[in-house]
């Protein structure tokens, strides 16, 4: 069992764990060394922790997390280890200084303790050289990624002595509270996924160049169209930082033996060089191969020359991009020989590392997509070229075909048999590919089964022990008319053979609220009566799911937002994935809540809220959290602001998710009871105006514009219960047509309209 | 015998009561354009169309152009009428004053251009491509190019062209063939075949200008590799004098169904000398200017056909006596009836009515959203504007010309016989009018435009400008009973085009191939309620002015009976469009393509 944690070294990497070890709710010591002739011999180690509660994105998911982490220093606290039973190194990467505190670590910690380093360069058995059996039985490497907090790979490599016991209690603890993937690796230099991300990002710097690309063309061909993230690869080396590079590579050429193709792309390249010397680092320094340049008190957006190494305006890459993998690879154009030239390079580099890194593919797949978050691993990307193809584009280029690649020949690197996925493994046969235990995935129930039912936007899976799985499965997993419809039912499906009800997918957003795109149509073309059966059809819809006779359980991971948020307020109980980020947005578009929303929220914070007595305070509080469009930047913050309640439960790693929310839909459907219909006491439109009035002093403030005026009037009129009075209650209809009229009223403003659109077309909001 | 005289108080309804020309003098440049200056400019219009023009359709028709070894001759009266149209200043009458235009209001240029495709189809053809040409390079052209050509252009002594088409490519220009390579001097020598080209030689001006769509030597490969290039016929030199014959040549006339007295030419150039005209490889952007223009301007022949077809199926329906009324001789002193007294004939001259009426009404709405794209400075007004004149123009085109196609063959029809035979001139009208469902984009192009890039451009933003003010105006005369008549229809309608506006939304996203089978019967479906909403409008303007007792009584009772005629008798057509729009286009995709 971990209950303390130590980490030694506060650098960015360092804090970093040890802030998310908080955001498990476990106690961590977080020590550097002391600094020369310094005041406050934490200084920084506690400088670390106050700097991470300013960054973005946080490294924190609550202020509570952040007094969970106790500073120190090496000096004065070491003898406090004692108490932690993982103690994880993250200090600067040199053998000499690590080893020198391995020494001192090992003279107070308990026995049976942890220690880890999180080094990303150094062997295992290098760090354990003339170290104590005793200390190699309790020592691995634990690679993390950054930022800690929200990649979600850990790389775990032990050495020969290591204890198996010490190793599953570390990646038990990374997996149930850290919500990290543990991927086993060998000891070789950059483990999986550095030593093939740092290749691949080295032969796309060398090929852009050497092909005359720009950098907004390497990015454009290297990101969306192989499923990496828009940053491609300048962008990212932007975001790590350029002078990591040298020294990276340094490691690498040094560590690996002379045949390793790394050798070939690694060239000394001046202008990269020149760029970290003045200081062009990337976004922690002036800028990089991207920049903001500020001059004349503009803000233009550049980027440098590949040739001439000067900034220049950044333009946006006309390349014709085939929206398929092997199209790309297969097209005669400029950007489709670069991709060919990297990505073959890369899968024959990640194909040459099985079994040398790793035993499986899964593995190597796993570590790409979660350490540098592409879409697909290599060998899936492989599988979308088709093994045979890919070999025999290889030879036709003159290029070695790795072993493995001829073992795939005539098959493909995984395949489906009997709903269960496989994965070829280096002795030719398959394997399947199993998850962790107690892992209960969506994707691998739908491989097994057809849904109970289906449209075009959402689905129902028997998945297990009575209890029933709604998904969307919309672009975006935005609310629309097909999901409403379904989702009714699913109501009268699930009311007759099943226990309970679990809404969850496997998106990365569970939903961006409701679809504006349609609703933006509909009001150009003037269909009134349409959109306000939309809003009336969502809102009798969510109240349905609110009083069906069995549990309903949310489970949201990513953005639940708007609509999305709303149906997780609807909900009996909800268990959130650690990084969901839930709000009420729809203020931002110019709208109020109108599926349910102000109505939910009104009742929670009057019941959940703690707040002095009477109608007003509540009102209040959802009036501040709904006109600013909060959204919560994790479901810790969501209990903090009621979307979730006290008793919600939080799940830390992704996969978990769907069996936890499995669990507390089965342990609500013991003896469920219903809802009882409550009414809603609102203080009526003496409220509104001091609402109104403090909407004013925004604006006065220039916090508010004009039309966020407009929009939180209407708002205030909702909370505030229209022309209500005290001593009346209003029934939940009462509450809901209050929603849906202002809602309406707000739809055919101009400045809404303006809103709508250009969130729509830029994604940003306007704020008019 | 046919007739034509212009409408001129039906188009001061649209101008002044309908649509509130007066508000176009709050537009920067257009101060001066009030009632007083403007309603002379239309009665010389009227004029010079009913006594130049007028006259010579027919003998233009019978004669038609020659060409002679590279030469082109217009028909007999063609030059003379010409110069008294170019003196008269109508060939500048919409263009800027900068460059010796008059600068009217699109406005009132629509107008006066409906008279000239009433009074003579053929000939307007020469003014108005100089006017497309204009057009181009006004907005796209160099100040050396524009201070060299334009002065002349507008003053009409020369005119212009639009090649586009080749022998292999005209709806889909990206197979172009036509190149153009670049010289040290900045200019270009230009080679290729272009055909169809209205006014591409002729008799009529000294020198002609093209405008040519052509291929640079490295330019990629379809639509996103052609330019914009400036040939003249003759050199042009630094003093404005014509100097050396240019590269081009007209290799032959096309022989074909009407607009015969306009020389459709077959262009060869051959190294011609060109100048770049907009940015390379950005020419359909630049000739998309003119060709947006071109197709409302195509829109109004159909309109103006209506018309003049309209009044000669009138006059001869009044004159024409043959047997009785069928309840009872109406009048019993004379041998026979005259036809105007039989129910199917007055379905035709109604119907052909309402398209001349309801046409003129829909562009007049047009007209102004082009003067506040052109003129407004308030950039909301303005995009909203350009907004609306995008999403109208295919259906200006299609629509007019369909209707127009129809109201002239309904022309023929009223006449029977004598309006078979030549010498009535009814039979010119069709045939006249056919080519207009066919250039500047075909019809089902112009759906196409409609389904495919109007609909869905900035999820329907376009379509806002013109859903909003119908949807307002329904809700404004909810409780209006003297109006109930005429918007009770137009809601029904205008339902029914939201629904097929929905269903295709949702299915051209993921089907575009049903979009593609509902494209025309959309587009006529959307024409119709835009025509209806005209029609309320209109019915709307002239119950308050008979309330108004303004003395023109039998005027605006004529509007409100052709409104209801509308309403009762051609909106309906909207319902069997809606149905045959929601039953998909399974049946044509499914067909086998052997089997046709």
């Not at chain 1, 009575?466 to 629309?480: H, M, P, R, W, Y």
């Amino acid at each position: 069992m971990i209950t303390k944690v130590a980490v030694i070294g506060a650098g960015v990497m360092g804090a970093g764990i040890a802030a998310h070890v908080a955001n498990a709710g476990v106690p961590v010591l977080l020590l550097d060394i002391v600094p020369p002739g310094a005041a406050n011999r934490n200084a920084i180690a506690a400088g670390a922790i106050e700097k991470m509660l300013k960054a973005e994105p946080a490294p924190f998911m609550s202020k509570a997390a952040s007094r969970l982490v106790t500073p120190g220093n090496t000096e004065d606290d070491l003898e406090k280890l004692v108490d932690c039973d993982w103690i994880i190194e993250a200090v600067i990467e040199r053998l000499d200084i690590k080893q020198a505190l391995y020494r001192r670590i090992d003279a107070v910690r308990k026995p049976g303790s942890v220690v880890s380093s999180n080094t990303s360069t150094i062997p295992l058995a290098a760090l354990l050289d003339g170290m104590s059996d005793s200390f190699a039985r309790d020592f691995c490497i634990t690679h993390f990624f950054n930022p800690p907090r929200y990649m979600r790979l850990l790389e775990v490599v032990s050495g020969p002595k290591t204890r198996p016991e010490a190793v599953a209690s570390v990646s038990h603890f990374a997996d149930y509270a850290l919500g990290k993937s543990v991927v086993t690796c060998k000891d070789r230099p950059g483990f999986i996924a550095n030593r093939l991300g740092v290749y691949w990002l080295q032969v796309a710097v060398i090929e852009a160049i050497d092909a005359g690309l720009t950098v907004e063309e390497a990015d454009a061909t290297l990101s969306k169209p192989i499923g990496v993230p828009k940053t491609g690869v300048f962008g990212l080396l932007d975001l790590v930082g350029l002078d990591l590079m040298p020294h990276i590579n340094a490691s690498m050429a040094s560590a690996l033996p002379p045949a390793d193709p790394f050798h070939g792309a690694n060239r000394e390249l001046p202008l990269i060089g020149r760029m970290i010397a003045e200081g062009y680092t990337g976004r922690k320094g002036k800028g990089g191969f991207y920049r903001l340049n500020r001059e004349g008190g503009g803000k233009v957006k550049e980027a440098i020359s590949l040739t001439t190494g000067d900034y220049r305006p950044e333009r946006k890459a006309e390349l014709e991009l085939p929206k398929k993998f092997k199209d790309l690879l297969s097209a005669d154009s400029k950007a489709s020989r670069y991709a060919w030239k990297v990505m073959a390079r890369t899968l024959s580099y990640a194909a040459m590392l099985v079994p040398e890194v790793v035993d499986d593919i899964a593995s190597v797949d796993e570590a790409m997509r979660l350490g540098y978050a592409w879409k697909f691993g290599p060998f899936e990307l492989i599988d979308q070229l088709g093994a045979d193809w890919f070999a025999a584009r290889l030879e036709a280029d003159g290029l070695p075909v790795p072993g493995l690649l001829r073992t795939a020949q005539g098959r493909s690197f995984y395949r489906v048999e009997e709903g269960q996925r496989q994965r070829l493994g280096t002795d030719g046969g398959y394997h399947s590919v199993v998850r962790p235990e107690g892992v209960l995935w969506l994707e691998d129930i739908k491989r097994t089964r057809q849904p109970l039912l289906k449209n075009g936007s959402a689905a129902l899976w028997d998945i297990g022990d009575g209890v029933a799985c709604f998904e969307f499965t919309s672009k975006l997993n935005t609310i629309d008319q097909d999901i409403m419809t379904l989702l009714g039912k699913t109501l009268k499906v699930v009311g007759k053979d099943f226990k309970a009800l679990v809404i969850y997918n496997e998106g990365s957003n569970f939903s961006a609220g409701a679809n504006l795109g349609l609703a933006l149509f509909a009001l150009n073309i003037a269909a009134w009566p349409i959109l306000e059966q939309t809003v009336a059809g969502g809102q009798a819809t969510y109240k349905a799911v609110k009083y069906a006779p069995f549990p309903v359980v949310g489970a949201p991971s990513g953005m639940a937002l708007g609509g999305g948020c709303e149906i997780l307020l609807h909900c009996d109980a909800v268990q959130a994935h650690a990084e969901s980020y839930i709000g009420l947005v729809e203020c931002g578009v110019g709208l109020v809540p109108a599926w349910g929303g102000c109505k939910e929220m009104l009742q929670r914070w009057k019941t959940l809220g703690r707040l002095p007595n009477g109608p007003m305070p509540a009102v209040i509080k959802v009036f501040e959290t709904i006109s600013t469009a909060t959204v919560a930047k994790s479901a810790a913050e969501a209990k903090e602001l009621l979307f979730l309640r006290p008793t919600d439960g939080i799940t830390m790693n992704r996969y978990r998710l769907l069996a936890d929310a499995k669990a507390k839909a089965l342990e609500l459907a013991r003896d469920y009871v219903p809802p009882q219909e409550g009414e809603w006491i609102l203080p009526g439109e003496g409220a509104a105006v001091g609402m109104r009035m403090a909407a004013e002093s925004f604006h006065r403030r220039g916090l508010a514009t004009k039309h966020d005026l407009v929009v939180s009037s209407l708002l205030a009129e909702v909370l505030s219960g229209g022309d209500a009075d005290v001593t009346r209650p209003l029934k939940e209809d009462e509450v809901l047509e209050l929603e849906r009229s202002r809602f309406m009223t707000l739809l055919h403003n101009a400045d809404t309209i303006a809103r709508i659109e250009h969130v729509l077309e830029t994604g940003k909001p306007l704020r008019n | 015998m046919a007739s034509y005289k212009a409408p001129l108080r039906d188009m001061r309804f649209v101008l002044y009561e309908l649509h509130n020309g007066a508000a176009l003098t709050q537009l920067p440049g257009l101060e001066d354009m009030t009632q007083e200056l403007i309603d002379p400019v239309i009665e010389e219009a009227a004029k010079v169309c009913e006594e130049v023009l007028f006259p010579l359709n027919r003998s233009g028709d019978e004669e038609g152009c020659r060409w002679d070894n590279g030469m082109v001759r217009t028909p007999k009266g063609f030059i003379e009428a010409y110069r008294l149209f170019r003196e008269g200043g109508w060939t500048g009458i919409a263009c800027d004053p900068a460059y010796g235009g008059q600068g009217v209001p699109h406005t009132v240029n629509v107008v006066v251009e409906e008279m000239i495709c009433s009074a003579n189809l053929s000939f307007g053809l020469y003014p108005g491509l100089t006017h497309g040409a204009y057009k181009a390079l006004y907005t796209h052209g160099t100040e050396a190019l524009k201070e060299r050509y334009l002065h002349k252009l507008v003053d009409g002594i020369w005119s212009g062209t639009m090649c586009l088409t080749e022998p292999h490519c005209g709806t889909d220009l990206g197979l172009s063939r036509t190149k153009a390579v670049p010289q040290d001097d900045g200019s270009y020598r230009l080679s290729g075949t272009k055909i169809f080209i209205s006014a591409g030689e002729h008799d009529l001006t000294e020198n002609i200008i093209h405008f040519v769509l052509a291929r640079l030597p490295d330019a990629p490969k379809g639509i996103k590799g052609i330019s914009l290039f400036l040939v003249p016929k003759f050199l042009v030199n630094d003093d404005g004098s014509l100097g050396a014959r240019n590269g081009v040549s007209c290799g032959a006339i096309e022989h074909k169904m009407g607009i015969k007295a306009s020389a459709t030419c077959v262009l060869n150039f051959d190294d011609a000398k060109a100048w770049l005209v907009g940015e390379p490889h950005k020419g359909m952007r630049a000739m998309f200017t003119m060709m947006n223009d071109e197709r409302l301007a195509v829109g109004l022949q159909g309109l103006g056909l209506a018309e003049v077809s309209y009044q000669g199926a009138v006059a001869y329906a009044r004159e024409r006596l043959q047997g009785r009324s069928l309840s009872g001789a109406k009048y019993p002193d004379k041998p026979a009836d005259p036809i105007i007294v039989h129910p199917d004939i007055r379905r035709m001259l109604l119907t052909m009515r309402t398209t001349a009426e309801g046409c003129r009404a829909l562009a007049g709405w047009v007209a102004q959203a082009v003067d506040v794209q052109n003129h407004s400075t308030d950039p909301k007004a303005k995009r909203d504007a350009e907004d609306f004149v995008a999403l109208m123009t295919p259906i200006v085109k299609a629509l007019f010309t369909d209707l127009g196609f129809e109201a002239t063959n309904l022309g023929i029809q009223v006449m029977g016989g004598h309006g078979y035979i030549r010498e009535h001139g009814m039979e010119q009208y069709i045939r006249d009018a056919r080519i207009a469902q066919i250039y500047e984009g075909t019809n089902g192009v112009q759906a196409l435009d409609l389904v495919g890039r109007k609909l869905g451009a900035h999820t329907g933003r376009f379509l806002r400008q013109f859903f909003h003010p119908v949807a307002d105006f329904i809700t404004a005369h909810a409780d209006n009973k003297a109006l109930e008549r005429y918007v009770d229809p137009l809601t029904k309608a205008f339902v029914r085009l939201q629904q097929a506006t929905g269903q295709l939304a949702r299915v051209g996203l993921s089907r575009p191939e049903e979009a593609g089978a509902a494209a025309s019967e959309y587009l006529r479906l959307f024409g119709l309620v835009a025509l209806a909403y005209q029609w309320a409008r209109m019915a709307e303007v002239s119950l308050a002015k008979l309330e108004q007792k303004t003395g023109e009584d039998d005027f605006y009772r004529a509007k409100l009976s052709t409104a209801s005629f509308f309403m009762d008798k051609v909106l309906p057509q909207t319902g069997s469009l809606f149905a045959s729009i929601m039953a998909g286009g399974a049946t044509m995709m499914e067909f086998p393509e052997a089997a046709f």
